[in-house]
């Protein structure tokens, strides 16, 4: 039986398979799209739920890299928007299976209007990929949870190599530069079981505190702030039990810490980065406060927090993405919850109603 810590200790032949195919998956995205790159003015990442944290962890490096503004928008958002869309823009919809019904319904919109689109998926027979200009595969496989762990990570590498790739082929970055960050990126599988199986031990120390927390508070600066987004929807989808936020660093100190209380769990991810002192020193806050704070990565504060030393530097955002998701797995096993329970969660049964709600 393949259980959920499987698949998260799976990513790192993910991320090494998606690094070695990235020319062969993107070959079809260049000849296609090779005359409009150098006019584009713009990259809209579209997509729902782990698709759009995934997008938002991608988001900045994208940008850095191609030196093209880049922006993350929801489905629904993007469909009901003021209509005014950007013809010089590259359109890039996301989803693992194909089959969100508003991504599909945004890429029809765009398809309409006469606008290139690109789809990224779990392959090329999901109902997204044959509606898009051009398919890019996430490289993730099949996965055996809806709960997605491998597809988050996918998600945001192959988000990044493509950036990466459309950057070097519009010589945004220099060869030397190039290569440095392919290298980070093949950092990313160096640590990962190290870092899950911290992950593991983190939590056997803290167990008692984590589970009588009935909420969790997670905060992160740049890429970690889709971390955080995401480790929040991991607690909610897969503890089934537990509430959950993601915070983006700054943000997150304008109100919900009024709120706090002993039994909400604050985790500040630090990667060492500009805003890392702010969640390490709110984290500090609820430890002394509230009793009840973590600090993962980067300088932690005492023996109880998740200590690690990043180093894939600009791909940094993967490293971190097990240290959420074994909290999330196993604030449910410890609880006694069956993830192979297909009655818990029905995703084929939740985007029917999404879809007919959206007619």
């Not at 899950?196 to 505190?209: K, V």
């Not at 909420?215 to 929040?232: C, Q």
């Not at 909400?264 to 390490?280: F, T, W």
């Not at 690690?308 to 449910?332: G, H, K, T």
Request: with cysteine; hydrophobic share 40%; aromatic share 8%.
């Amino acid at each position: 039986m393949v259980t959920l810590l499987d698949c998260i200790n799976r990513v790192p032949e993910i991320t090494d398979r998606i690094i070695a195919n990235r020319n062969e998956n993107f070959a079809t995205f260049f000849s296609v799209l090779e005359g409009h790159l150098d006019t584009m003015d713009q990259i809209v990442l579209v997509g729902s739920g782990t698709s759009n944290t995934a997008a938002v962890t991608a988001r900045g490096f994208i940008e850095k890299v191609t030196q093209i503004q880049t922006i993350c928008v929801l489905p629904n958002e993007f469909l009901n928007n003021s209509g005014v869309y950007r013809s010089r823009a590259l359109y890039i919809f996301t989803s693992q299976s194909g089959t969100s019904t508003l991504t599909q319904q945004a890429v029809f919109k765009m398809r309409q209007m006469g606008y290139w689109t690109v789809g990224v998926t779990e392959n090329k027979d999901t109902p997204l990929a044959s509606q898009v200009h051009v398919h890019v595969d996430m490289g993730c496989g099949k996965e055996e949870y809806g709960m997605r762990t491998i597809g988050y990570c996918a998600s945001i590498l192959t988000l990044m190599l493509l950036g990466l790739e459309i950057g070097h082929t519009l010589g945004r970055i220099t060869e030397g530069e190039y290569a440095e960050l392919l290298n980070h990126a093949r950092l990313i599988s160096k640590n990962h079981r190290q870092i899950s199986d911290a992950s593991m031990a983190w939590f056997d120390r803290n167990r008692q505190q984590l589970m009588n927390s009935t909420s969790f508070t997670i905060y992160g600066g740049g890429s970690l702030w889709g971390v955080a987004l995401e480790g929040a929807l991991k607690i909610l989808e897969i503890s089934k039990r537990k509430m959950a936020v993601g915070y983006e660093a700054d943000d997150g100190m304008h109100g919900p810490t009024m709120g706090f209380t002993p039994d909400n769990c604050v985790i500040a991810l630090n990667d060492g980065g500009l805003d890392s002192e702010k969640g390490v020193q709110l984290a500090k806050w609820a430890k002394e406060i509230m009793h009840n704070g973590f600090v993962f990565g980067k300088d932690t504060l005492d023996d109880s927090d998740l200590a690690f030393d990043p180093i894939s530097q600009e791909f940094i955002s993967i490293e971190f993405a097990p240290m959420v998701e074994v909290l999330a797995y196993r604030l449910a096993v410890d609880a006694g919850i069956d993830l192979l329970d297909k009655s818990i969660h029905k995703e084929r049964d939740y985007f029917s109603t999404h879809q007919s709600l959206s007619k």
